[in-house]
């Protein structure tokens, strides 16, 4: 028999089955990225092919296109033959994707969740939408109340999920690294709690509109909260936390519609008042993130949790980049950044994003500290402080006024609209 080498250059050069000389191992790695249905279909390929598929590294459960799931009351006997073959073979990747219609498949699909547990399953993504007649389950999956429990699983991702305390608690998940919680319904959710956790990232999410669930993620090292529904989460503290992106752009309840602050003195307000089990003295967002090396905060809705938090504001003892939006701009005095800015002893880099999302803007306007004459307010590590915009306004004016103060100085900018950088600071002073 010629080496294996030599097999597959004169399968080359014959035109032979190129893929046939490859070793079962690569072709079950192969049969891992093809759905299901496609990679049982291979046993008819030859002799060989007939039992591969049986121990393929990835399975994935899935049907029909992106945006057009197939109901699982048609996977629903494909499914079951397939896990009886497959006889507990282990499973590094799994996607399970399909759309849940009759009640009676729901504790079905969860059996088969527990299945791919038990096949000691590294990555598993859960992306079953819920149709039902009951307008109260929305289009969510909702989970069972068991536990998970696996020393294998290494990343969790969770799409339009129903979720629970106990599906949570991952303290018998002592290898989970990612979590990625997108759509989810977190409204029965009081804690999500992981010591192992690395990166978390909730999107998209609702939370509970009268508790704040409360986050125990003592490893995290990467922090995304984006665009979530309802009340903010409570960050525990998060001593390895290196990057954090948080930002309100959906309805928020922390929102007061009679007062700057979070207590405007109308027990009516349900943004200040409607709230249970949780200390009117506590910090919600920016304690748990105050040990962040890089750092970005975002409020689209004008919530008042920043300017809660800023009440107690922690000192950010490690943070050397800081991006915010024109949220912590309020003039006259800018006290709200001039707070956040006094507590970063070690900042580097500052970024304002004024009414510009980017990622490219029309004008960027970048300054530097003047090391004799800076503040004593500021760090004195600051080397850059960038402003980006879609046009020089008065309401940027201000801030670059501001910034003046602090000793900020050596401006320049780019800009698709030719003017003088001169020139504002002739405006701003003159």
Request: proline residues 4%.
């Amino acid at each position: 028999m010629p080496p294996p080498q030599e097999g597959k250059r004169a399968a080359v050069a014959s035109g032979g089955d190129i893929i046939g000389t490859l070793q079962d191992d690569l072709l079950k790695h192969i049969l891992s990225f093809l759905p299901a249905q496609q990679a049982v279909r291979t046993c008819v390929l030859a002799r060989r092919w007939r039992h591969l598929w049986k121990t393929a590294t990835g399975l994935r459960i899935t049907g029909g296109h992106e945006l057009e799931l197939t109901p699982v009351h048609d996977l629903r006997e494909f499914v079951n033959h397939l896990l009886l073959l497959r006889a507990g073979a282990p499973i590094d990747t799994c996607e399970l994707r399909f759309d849940v219609v009759s009640d009676d498949d729901v504790p079905r699909v969860s059996l088969w969740i527990r299945h791919v547990i038990l096949c000691q399953v590294r990555l598993l993504r859960l992306n079953v939408s819920r149709e039902s007649q009951d307008c109260r389950l929305g289009i969510y999956f909702y989970v069972d109340s068991l536990p998970l429990a696996s020393r294998h699983l290494t990343r969790l991702e969770l799409i339009d999920a129903g979720l629970n305390d106990s599906f949570l608690d991952f303290s018998g998940c002592p290898a989970l690294k990612e979590l990625i919680i997108i759509n989810g319904f977190c409204v029965h959710v009081s804690n999500i709690s992981s010591k192992s956790l690395k990166r978390l990232a909730i999107v998209d999410s609702s939370f509970n509109q009268h508790i704040r669930t409360r986050i125990y993620v003592p490893s995290l090292v990467s922090l995304r909260l984006e665009d979530n529904w309802d009340r903010t989460p409570v960050l525990e503290s998060m001593p390895l936390l290196m990057d954090a992106f948080v930002r309100f752009i959906k309805e928020s309840v922390d929102r007061c519609f009679y007062s700057d602050s979070w207590d405007c003195h109308n027990e009516h307000c349900q943004g200040c008042y409607d709230l249970q089990g949780v200390n009117s003295d506590e910090c919600v967002l920016l304690k748990g993130l105050s040990e962040a090396e890089h750092l970005t905060l975002i409020d689209e809705h004008d919530t008042f949790i920043f300017r809660r938090d800023l009440t107690w504001c922690p000192t950010f003892s490690k943070l050397k980049v800081l991006i915010l939006n024109e949220y912590w701009c309020v003039p006259t005095d800018f006290d709200v950044l001039a707070c956040i800015l006094e507590h970063s002893p070690v900042l580097e880099i500052l970024t304002l994003h004024f009414f510009s999302k980017g990622p490219k803007h029309k004008v960027e306007i970048r300054g530097c500290c003047n090391a004799v004459e800076s503040s004593a307010a500021i760090s004195e590590h600051l080397k850059t402080v960038e402003v980006k915009c879609n046009s020089v306004d008065v309401e940027v004016l201000k801030i670059l006024k501001f910034l003046g103060t602090l000793n900020i100085s050596k401006l320049t900018a780019n800009t698709l609209h030719a003017f003088s950088i001169s020139a504002v600071f002739l405006h701003m002073w003159g």
